[in-house]
C-alpha cells in the first residue's frame, strides 16, 4: 500500500503540473485553441488525445483520484482496526518482561510506584495502566489518531468533490437593470452542469431594480451591489441586496454578485421595410477610467456588425454615465456602412431604414449556484485541519517504567516510545532521568 | 485613506530595518563560521533590534491604507520577511541552537525586503472581492506556513553545509538535530500550508460559489502541499532522513516561493489581483 500511495500521490503532482505548464482548454479562448492547433498541429493532436489539455476532467485524472479514494478508505479501514490494540498494554500484562532496552536510574529505597505516577503526572504524562511495579504512562494520546483523523477528512473532501462533480448546477446570468430573469435554465448565458444535471431551472424570477458600482479616490473598484426582487410561483415578492462575498440563499439557491458587470446599449433598428429590431449591447465595464468599453457584436436578424467604442464619461475621469459617447463602426461584410459617434437618445438615416441608440442601462453579472457536498467539505476541512494539529503539534509518546527493590534501593527502568521527533524525544528522556534521579535519592 | 506623506516615514523605517537585518546577517554568518557562540547571539540581538523600524514601517503603511499589507509586492514581501523573522526570534528564544538557522532566514528575509524596494510601492485599495475574514486567514497562515518552511529549509542548508564539511566543523548545531528541526518545521509549515488552501477554498466559495476553480495559483499550491505530503510519506514510509531528506525539503521551499512569489508574476491569475 506504502508504494501505491506513494506512486498515487506522484501520478497527481504530476497532473496537476501539466494542468499547470498546458494551456486549458477551460480558461483559454476558442480564438486562441485554433491558433494553437493551426501553428502546432502535432503538439495539439497529442495532448488533445492524451486530454492533456482538459486535465482536470480527463479520465487519467479522474481514476487517480478515485483510486486515491479507494486506497484511503482501505487504509482507513486498517488502521480503524489497529487503532485500539495497543502493544505496550499487552506487553505490560506478560508475566516474563524483558527490560532489554530499558535505562535505568537508582532512587532512594521509600520510592513508591504512587510517587513515580505522581512525578510523571506533574510532566503532563497520563497514567495509562499500572501492574504491580509496572506503569505505562502516556502524553499526548490524542496525536496516536492524528493520521487516522487527518486521511478521513482527505477522504470526505474527495467524496465531496465527487458529489460536486456529479450534481452541482451553476448558471451565469448578465441581468439589465429592470428586466427580469425568468428563471429558465436556458435563459443562462453560460451554464456549467454537473455529470448527471439535464438542466438548471430556478423556480422563481429574479429582477434586477438597481445596481451600484463604487470606486476608490484612486479609481479601482471598491464595492458592487445589486437591488433584486424575487418573484416565486405563489406570486411572493421579495427584495434583496446583493454584495460581493455576501450570496443570497433562496429557495435552496446561492445567487453571487460577479465581479463581472457594464454597461448595456440599446439601439432600435428600422429596416427599410418598416420591421424593426431592438437590440441590447452589454459590454464589460473598462479596468481603467480612461479607457473604452468596447464590443464587437452581430446586430440580429441583419448581416450588420457593430464595433463600438463606448465612454460613460467622454472627458475619461469617471466610470458612471456623465457625459456618454459611443464611437460605432457598422460594417457588413468587408464594407463599412457607417462609421461616427452616437449619443444616447440621438437617431439617424440608416441603408434606407433608421437606427436610435435607445438608452444605457446597468447590467449586473448574477451567479446562480447550487453546490451540494457542503457538509462533507467541511466535515473534511475540520479533520484535516486536526489531524495536521495532533500529528505535528501533539506527537504521542508513551512511557513505560518498571520499579524494582535492590539492595535496600530502588532502582526505576524506563523505555520511551514515540513516532515523531525521536532525537528530541530522548532529551526529554535524559532530563527526566536526571530530574528523577534528583528528586528521589 | 489617511495622510499619504506619512508614506516617507515609512521608507526611512524599511531601510533602517533592512540595514539592521544585513548587519545581523554578517553576525550570525561570523557566528556559523568561526563556531562563536557570541556571533550568534549579537545577530539575534541585532535581528531583535531590526524588527521594531520594520513593525513601525508595516504599521504606518497599514494606518495609511487601511488594510493590512498583502496587497502589491513591496508590501507582500516586507510583510513576509516580518512574520519569518518574528517566527524565527520567537522560537530561537525557546529553543536557543535554533540560533544557528539565523544566518539564513535573516538573510533571506532581507533579501526579499530589498527585491521588494526595487518595486512599486504605490498604495492599492482593496476590491469587493478581498473584503473577507477568509483572506485575512488565508494569507496570514501562508505567511506563517512561509516561515516555517524557511526555517526547515534553513535546517536542511546548514545540515548539506556541515555533512559537506564535517560534524567537528562550522557551529555546534549536529547533522542528527538539523535533520530532527527540518522534519519538525516541514510538518508545521504543511499544517500551516494546509489552513492557507481550506481559507482559501472557503473563501473562493463565498466569493465565487465554487471552492475550487484550477487558478494557476491555485494549482500550484495544491502542487506544493502534495510535494509536501510526498516528502512527509517518506520520512514514514521509506524512513528519509539526513542528506536526502534535506535536499526534499529545499526542492518543496523552492516550489513553495515559486508559488508564492514567482508564478502570479508571470501569470494571469486571480492572485495577480493582490501581488501587482
Ligand atoms: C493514497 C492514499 C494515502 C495513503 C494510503 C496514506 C497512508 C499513510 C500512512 C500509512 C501514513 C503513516 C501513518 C503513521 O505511521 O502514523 C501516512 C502519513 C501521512 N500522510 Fe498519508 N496516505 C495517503 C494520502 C495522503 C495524502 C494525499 C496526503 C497529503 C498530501 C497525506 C499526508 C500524510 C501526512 C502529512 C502524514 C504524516 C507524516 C508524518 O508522520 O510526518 N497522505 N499516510
Known amino acids: ?441 | 485613506m489617511q495622510d499619504l506623506s506619512l508614506l516617507k516615514y515609512e521608507t526611512i523605517f524599511h531601510w533602517i530595518a533592512v540595514l539592521l537585518y544585513i548587519s545581523s546577517s554578517i553576525l550570525f554568518m561570523y557566528g556559523l563560521t568561526f563556531k562563536k557562540e557570541k556571533g550568534l547571539n549579537s545577530g539575534w540581538i541585532v535581528s531583535l533590534s531590526g524588527l521594531i523600524p520594520h513593525s513601525i514601517a508595516l504599521g504606518i503603511r497599514w494606518f495609511v491604507q487601511g488594510h493590512g499589507p498583502y496587497m502589491i509586492k513591496y508590501e507582500v514581501l516586507s510583510s513576509n520577511a516580518w512574520i519569518c523573522i518574528v517566527m524565527f526570534l520567537v522560537i530561537s528564544r525557546k529553543i536557543s541552537r535554533l540560533k544557528a538557522a539565523g544566518g539564513i532566514v535573516v538573510a533571506v528575509s532581507f533579501i526579499a525586503m530589498t527585491a521588494g524596494l526595487f518595486t512599486n510601492p504605490d498604495i492599492k485599495m482593496l476590491p469587493p472581492s478581498l473584503r473577507s475574514i477568509w483572506l485575512l486567514i488565508h494569507v496570514l497562515f501562508n505567511k506563517l506556513a512561509t516561515a516555517s518552511l524557511l526555517i526547515a529549509f534553513s535546517a536542511s542548508v546548514l545540515y548539506l553545509l556541515k555533512e559537506g564539511k564535517g560534524e567537528a566543523q562550522l557551529f555546534s548545531l549536529s547533522t542528527y538535530m538539523l535533520d530532527l528541526y527540518n522534519y519538525r518545521f516541514a510538518g508545521i509549515g504543511f499544517f500551516f500550508w494546509t489552513i492557507t488552501i481550506i481559507a482559501g477554498a472557503i473563501w473562493a466559495n463565498q466569493s465565487w460559489g465554487r471552492y475550487w476553480g484550477w487558478d494557476p495559483v491555485e494549482t500550484w499550491s495544491l502542487v506544493t502541499w502534495l510535494l509536501l505530503g510526498f516528502y512527509l510519506h517518506m520520512r514514514v514510509f521509506y524512513r528519509w532522513s539526513g542528506r536526502k531528506a534535506a535536499w526534499a525539503m529545499v526542492l518543496c521551499f523552492s516550489v513553495s516561493v515559486l508559488t508564492i512569489f514567482i508564478i502570479p508574476m508571470v501569470v494571469e491569475s486571480l492572485h495577480t489581483q493582490y501581488f501587482q
Open chain 1, 1 to 441: 500500500m506504502k508504494k501505491i500511495a506513494t506512486l498515487l500521490i506522484i501520478v497527481i503532482t504530476i497532473l496537476c503540473l501539466a494542468g499547470a505548464f498546458i494551456p486549458q482548454a477551460s480558461d483559454k479562448s476558442p480564438q486562441f485553441i485554433e491558433r494553437w492547433k493551426r501553428t502546432y498541429p502535432l503538439s495539439y493532436s497529442v495532448l488533445h488525445f492524451l486530454q492533456l489539455d482538459r486535465v482536470f476532467s480527463s479520465y487519467l485524472f479522474v481514476v487517480s483520484i478515485f483510486l486515491l479514494f479507494l486506497v484511503l478508505s482501505y487504509f482507513l479501514y486498517l488502521q480503524i482496526k489497529l487503532l485500539f490494540k495497543s502493544s505496550m498494554k499487552v506487553s505490560l500484562k506478560k508475566t516474563c518482561f524483558s527490560l532489554n532496552g530499558f535505562k535505568s536510574v537508582r532512587l532512594d529505597g521509600k520510592t513508591e510506584v504512587a510517587h513515580i505516577a505522581n512525578f510523571f503526572r506533574d510532566k503532563g504524562y497520563r497514567t495509562v495502566a499500572m501492574e504491580g511495579n509496572r506503569i505505562l504512562f502516556a502524553r499526548h494520546g490524542i496525536g496516536k489518531f492524528g493520521t487516522l483523523i487527518f486521511h478521513a477528512g482527505i477522504l470526505l473532501v474527495i467524496l465531496g468533490a465527487l458529489y460536486y462533480a456529479g450534481f452541482h448546477k451553476r448558471g451565469f446570468v448578465q441581468l439589465i437593470k429592470g428586466d427580469t430573469f425568468s428563471g429558465r435554465g436556458d435563459d443562462f448565458l453560460v451554464k456549467d452542469l454537473g455529470l448527471f444535471r439535464r438542466n438548471f431551472d430556478i423556480d422563481y424570477q429574479v429582477r434586477l431594480v438597481d445596481f451600484k458600482h463604487e470606486y476608490w479616490g484612486t479609481g479601482e473598484l471598491k464595492n458592487l451591489s445589486s437591488t433584486i426582487i424575487t418573484a416565486n410561483q405563489e406570486d411572493r415578492f421579495k427584495k434583496w441586496v446583493i454584495v460581493p462575498n455576501a450570496p443570497l440563499n433562496y429557495r435552496g439557491i446561492s445567487i453571487y454578485q460577479s465581479f463581472n458587470y457594464g454597461y448595456t446599449l440599446s439601439f432600435l433598428l428600422k429596416k427599410p421595410s418598416g420591421e424593426e429590431v431592438l437590440c441590447h449591447f452589454s459590454l464589460d465595464i473598462s479596468p481603467h477610467v480612461n479607457k473604452p468599453m468596447r464590443g464587437v457584436s452581430d446586430y440580429p436578424l441583419t448581416a450588420y456588425i457593430f464595433d463600438m467604442e463606448f465612454y460613460p464619461d467622454k472627458d475619461r475621469s469617471s466610470f458612471y454615465l456623465k457625459k456618454p459617447m459611443l464611437k460605432l463602426s457598422i460594417m457588413e461584410g468587408n464594407e463599412r456602412k457607417f462609421e461616427g459617434v452616437m449619443e444616447p437618445g440621438s437617431e439617424m438615416e440608416f441603408e434606407g431604414g433608421r437606427l436610435k441608440f435607445l438608452e444605457i442601462r446597468n447590467w449586473s453579472g448574477l451567479i446562480f449556484t447550487l453546490s451540494p457536498g457542503k457538509y462533507f467539505f467541511y466535515t473534511g476541512f475540520i479533520l484535516i485541519i486536526a489531524g495536521a494539529f495532533f500529528i505535528y503539534f501533539l506527537p504521542a509518546s508513551e512511557i513505560i517504567c518498571v520499579l524494582e527493590a535492590e539492595d535496600g534501593r530502588r532502582i526505576l527502568y524506563l523505555k520511551g516510545l514515540t513516532k515523531r521527533y525521536h532525537a528530541l524525544f530522548n532529551e526529554e528522556m535524559e532530563g527526566l532521568i536526571k530530574e528523577l534521579a534528583g528528586r528521589f535519592s
